[in-house]
């Protein structure tokens, strides 16, 4: 057996803020048109169940977040499958939020509610 040649590069960001409490993840289907950055803050759409960016102008339940995405994925061709943050503690200012949330309070309120906390 030979060993790759491949090399990859760790980047770390400051995306989670801390282990209380702890990450927790799970999968969702990302509707088709999006293409999103790692810490893109998502809302599902209520008839479809599928997320999308959170937009807190929307009417489609997708003005509700709901969880993270925890790598960047391009959806622009098709729906796709994506790996979700839904609880642990997230530097609010490393999350990318719609340009909606235009105020510290609005992303600070986002998440009540939920598993996930923002620092």
Known sequence: MTASSE????SPDNLIAGHTPQIAT?????IT?????RGAV?????ASGKLT???????????VPVAILVEAIDASAADKVCQLYVGGC??????????SFN??????????GTSIVLR
């Not at 799970?26 to 990302?30: A, F, R």
Request: proline fraction near 2%.
């Open 42 to 46: 998502l809302g599902r759409i209520a």
């Open 26 to 30: 799970d999968t969702g289907t990302l």
């Open 90 to 99: 997230f530097h609010s200012d490393e999350l990318v939020w719609h340009a």
């Open 103 to 112: 105020t510290d309070p609005e992303k600070v309120a986002a998440f009540d």
């Open 7 to 10: 090399v990859t590069t760790y």
């Open 53 to 63: 960016q959170c937009d807190n102008a929307a009417v489609d339940g997708s003005d």
């Open 33 to 37: 048109g999006q293409n999103l950055a």
